[in-house]
């Protein structure tokens, strides 16, 4: 069945809320985005000043490419979307129309890691799904600057998780589920790497041969068959209230 934006909204809300019980969200400063079902180039995304734990169908701003609100009852009601993430969510809405949704994050982990000089390190099945297939960004500041645009971008070129370094992480998927399995994949193999490291202790890396297997074996044709299962489980963790329009 076509996906309306009336589904896509209480699938997105979910979404920022189950971030926010894995402990993903950072206060109002990241953002999560979908794509709306249509040729117009709009997409959802949190209205600034709302907490992940708010989120609603509701209360979802929707923009165009431009930055600009679509719906008149934002533009009345003074709605703002926060400027960094209008940067990152147009640049890759743009660029990439296979993608339908996008997570940026904040952790304490996906932090520390982005500070290594090495990244992400192939030392945990976790990490071994973005073996080779994981993107860097280099830090600009803050995501101001529209020209950045570009680069960011071309650093993400055809991959579905970046680290952007000194800063946080990234992840694109096809849709909700797919982008929430990148993203809670992604931070555990974060955790699971700082974890390790703070032992001091000599770290076993299995050779390249044995992580690129690991790699192909979490990549299927289409979307592999636990995403869907687990975005499912993972929103059964919530008590979404039906008042708000869940």
């Not at 920022?16 to 997409?43: C, K, N, Q």
Request: hydrophobic share 40%; proline share 5%; aromatic share 8%.
């Amino acid at each position: 069945m076509k996906q309306t934006e009336q589904d896509l909204r209480k699938e997105l809300a979910a979404l920022y809320r189950v971030v926010e019980h894995f402990r993903m969200s950072d206060l109002i400063f990241t953002h999560i985005s979908a794509r709306v079902p249509g040729p117009e180039d709009h997409f959802l995304i949190n209205r600034y000043g709302t907490m992940f734990r708010e989120m609603t169908p509701a209360s979802l701003a929707k923009v165009n490419l431009d930055g600009e609100l679509v719906d008149l009852a934002d533009r009345a009601g003074n709605v703002t979307i926060n400027p960094a993430g209008f940067t990152i969510h147009s640049a890759i809405h743009a660029a990439r129309p296979d993608v339908g949704c996008i997570i940026h994050t904040h952790t304490m982990a996906g932090m520390a890691v982005a500070a290594l000089e090495c990244g992400l390190l192939p030392i945990t099945q976790h990490a071994m799904k973005f073996y080779n297939r994981i993107a860097y960004h280099s830090y600009e500041g803050i995501a101001l600057d529209l020209d950045e645009r570009e680069r960011l971008v071309k650093d993400l070129g055809h991959h579905n998780a970046m680290i952007l370094r000194n800063h946080g992480l990234l992840v694109t998927g096809g849709g909700v589920a797919e982008a929430f399995d990148q993203i809670y994949f992604l931070e555990r193999a974060c955790q699971a790497q700082i974890a390790t490291q703070s032992a001091g202790l000599p770290l076993s890396f299995p050779g390249p041969e044995v992580c690129e297997h690991a790699a192909r074996q979490f990549e299927s044709e289409g979307r592999a068959p636990w995403i869907e299962p687990a975005w499912q489980a993972a929103k059964r963790l919530l008590d979404l209230p039906s008042e708000h329009g869940f």
